[in-house]
């Protein structure tokens, strides 16, 4: 499994729009992996974790044909990870051969509903031809197969007022991945759940830095460090599983470099914009039993 990391900045990306703060002014001059876009992820160019705003310039960034795309995974609504407007560029009127098929996309209720909400402000049936996508609605650690991937919506710690996923994406050679930001640190029953796996790749936010109070739906860097201890223990992964952090803000203060020092005791990568790492499967343990549950499917005209 190809994991691309397209974007790894906090929503407020990374030097921030407005901001003079003394990691945005180094991150300016210095430039390479300490400029960082929204975050999102690619794997194996052909399923996409998140269309965050910067999507254009990380398509460019990496050279990227998102006519390859089979499907979209949403972790969440909120607006640094879901541009619905930027989806309407796939209909008639923006390219001189459309596009017959329908892109899935696949998110819990409330991402669903937050897409069409700006797709159809009035709530009136979309055109097709329009917009050629297609919606599967997913339910917390009900398994789906996906675009010849098993997806396992892992339940975050995010925001209380809608269902925020992380996710498990499993391989057709038994590769598994887990995508997990946004959030903070996990619930107990999460904790519980995860025993059953074995991860063969992590990439977990890091938003907070080495912030370890105030807003509890995202990570610390102490806290990172606390959740690969914990999945050691657990066994659910090993010591030179790939562990890659995303969703860095500024506001910790620290470059890339700085944070790959604080990280390489511990094993963990600092992950940066354009970051490519493989995830291979372990053949030497056990794969989980995944049961699976296709996803309910419709197409935005049937969806008014």
């Not at 975050?156 to 590769?175: I, K, M, Q, T, W």
Request: negative net charge; hydrophobic residues 40%; contains cysteine.
């Amino acid at each position: 499994m190809k994991v691309t990391l397209l974007g790894t900045a906090a929503a407020e990306g990374w030097p921030a729009l407005f901001c003079g703060c003394d990691a945005c002014k180094v991150a300016r001059h210095l430039g390479g992996r300490n400029i960082r876009t929204r975050s999102s992820a690619l794997i194996d160019d052909v399923l996409k974790i998140d269309f965050p705003p910067d999507i254009l310039s990380q398509v460019i960034q990496n050279g990227l044909d998102l006519r390859k795309l089979r499907a979209i995974l949403f972790t969440h609504s909120h607006d640094d990870h879901c541009a619905p407007s930027e989806l309407q560029y796939r209909g008639h009127y923006f390219v001189p051969k459309p596009v017959e098929d329908r892109l899935p996309i696949y998110g819990s209720v409330d991402v669903v509903d937050s897409i069409l909400r700006v797709l159809s402000p009035d709530g009136t049936a979309l055109d097709p031809d329009r917009f050629p996508l297609e919606f599967g609605i997913l339910s917390p650690w009900v398994s789906a197969e996906i675009a010849g991937y098993t997806v396992i919506p892992v339940v975050a710690n995010h925001d209380p007022n809608e269902d925020c996923f992380n996710y498990l994406v499993r391989d057709s050679e038994g590769a598994t991945l887990l995508y997990a930001t946004d959030t903070g640190w996990y619930s107990g029953d999460t904790w519980d759940r995860l025993r059953q796996y074995t991860l063969n790749g992590v990439v977990i936010e890091a938003t907070k830095g080495m912030q370890e109070d105030g807003y509890e739906g995202h990570l610390s860097i102490p806290q990172v460090i606390a959740f690969r201890r914990r999945l050691l223990d657990d066994g659910v992964v090993q010591k030179d599983t790939p562990f890659v952090t995303t969703h860095m803000s500024h506001l910790s203060g620290l470059l890339h470099d700085q944070m790959q020092a604080i990280l390489d005791p511990h094993n963990i990568r600092v992950g940066y914009d354009g970051m490519v790492f493989q995830v291979t499967a372990d053949t030497n343990r056990p794969d989980p039993t995944l049961q699976y549950a296709p996803p309910q499917l419709a197409t935005l005209a049937e969806t008014d």
